[in-house]
Every structure is written in C-alpha cells, then in structure tokens.
C-alpha cells in the first residue's frame, strides 16, 4: 500500500474525464462524495482531454498539446484521481514515454504520473479504505475494463468496496476480463468486430441474471447499454462509483432522465 505524503488532509484534484463531463456527470459527483468521505480535500482544475484519443489513433503532437495542458493544470495537487482506468492509465503510463526526450518537460510528466490513480485503487491502495457507507439493495456482477485492469491492476479493489454495500450481492459472471468492444476508437473504425465482442460480452452478463452491471470506464459501459438495449435487456447499467457512494437515484446509464425501465 502507497503511504499518503503527509498526516494532513490530501488534496485530490478530480480529473473528471471528458465521457464523464459530457455524459454523465453525476459520476464525477459520485466520485468527490467518496473521496471527501475518505477525507480529502477535492478540487476540480479547469480541464480538457487528457489527449488518449489522439495518442490511441497515432496523433503525438496533439497528444502533447493536450497532455502539457494536463500537466500545468494538475501538477500541484498531493494526487490526481479519474473515475476511470482508461484516462488514469494514459497519464501515469503513457505521459512518461510522451516527454522521455524532452528535458523540459520529462521530470514533470514523470511526477504527474506518480500520483495519478483510478479512483477505486485509490481509495483502497494509497488511503486504505475497505468499506463505504452505502445500501443499494440487488444483485450485480462486474466488467473489468481493459486499461485499468492490465495497466493498473484494479481488479480486487472495487470488488473488495463493493463487497461492503449493504443489501449488494456480487456475482461473477464468465469472462469477466474479456474486453467489452469499446476500446474508444476502435469501436469506431472496426464497428463489426466491436459488435461482436459486446454481444458475447452482454450474453455472458445476461447469463448470471443480474440487476446491475458495473464497471469503472464510462466508455465500457455506454457500450454495454447500447447492445443490451438493444437486445432488450432491463439490467441496469451502472458506474461502481454510483453504488459506492449510493448515488442510484438517476436512470441508468442508457436510460434518459425521466424515463424508467420496463419491468
């Protein structure tokens, strides 16, 4: 476990991600409860992208232009935390290889990448958080998004939290590490194969007959909603956020404001 830099209060600067921001901001809320309760102080930075997208499609010098940006915003914070493995990974990965050569920038992007963390490996990880204070009464079963799983290792962690909601039964379902089709532009450009992947991978969450699925990637999830939708699926949709903190007042993700579920 990663020991916190001081005996005050952390100061955590939230990295809301843009899929977060633009689509479902009540996760980034979700996040600063569960942080706060963890006894940080939280901030939101001015942001913009992380730059993943265009360090994904090959785009370096954009990549660059958005991770300096990163960098100047978020450098003075004690931790930076993103509900999301995906955009966490692209700064404590990949933001090292991006400046290796550029002594004005490699000791920065080196720091900012230290103590940058996915928000459940965070909280278990560095803070040592084993249980929250939430009920959500049901059963789920979980998808362990690509990045955060194979570059940060977050597999125990949002098990372990989730384990300490009251009412929350976890069900492991097959393939649970089996990549859901999304993987941000590649969705886009192979649109048959992702369909592929995120059928079986919707076959399989159907099969264990939850009423949630969870994961820690806003991107995975949207992806999910849409083919079990489309299948004609009333599993919830849901960001392990949300259940953490106990925020499952909103429809699931996939699910417009106001409307309900067919039951």
């Known amino acids: 476990m990663a020991e916190p830099k ?47 997208p265009a360090f994904n499609s090959g785009d370096r010098d954009t990549a660059r232009v958005l991770a300096e940006q990163m960098i100047a915003a978020f450098e003075g914070y004690d931790y930076i935390v993103a509900p999301s493995g995906s955009c966490a990974g692209q700064v404590r990965k990949h933001y090292p290889e991006l400046f290796k050569h550029d002594p004005n920038l490699a000791r920065r992007a080196d720091e900012i990448a230290e103590k940058t963390y996915e928000l459940t490996s965070f909280l278990v990880d560095v803070l040592g958080v084993r249980k929250v204070a939430s009920s959500v009464a049901g059963t789920a ?54 369909d592929s992947i995120v059928t079986k991978k919707a076959e399989n969450i159907e099969a264990v007959e939850p009423d949630m699925i969870l994961a820690g990637d806003l991107g995975c999830l949207m992806n999910m909603a849409g083919k079990l939708s489309r299948m004609g699926s009333t599993i919830e949709v849901r960001h392990v956020a949300e259940v953490l903190a106990g925020m499952t007042d909103l429809p699931p993700i996939g699910v417009p404001n106001g409307q309900e579920k067919a039951r």
């Open 141 to 194: 079963t979980y998808h362990d998004s690509c990045s955060g799983l194979r570059e940060l290792g977050v597999k125990k962690q949002p098990r372990l939290l989730l384990q300490s909601v009251d009412g929350l039964s976890l069900t492991e379902m097959n393939e649970n590490e089996v990549c859901c089709g999304f993987g941000g532009t590649f969705a886009v450009k192979y649109g048959e194969i992702s």
């Open 6 to 52: 001081s005996s005050r209060p952390p100061r955590v600067a939230l990295f809301a991600t843009c899929l977060v921001d633009l689509m479902r901001p009540s996760i980034g809320m979700a996040t600063a409860k569960l942080l706060e309760d963890a006894g940080c102080i939280v901030e939101v930075p001015s942001q913009t992208c992380c730059g993943q």
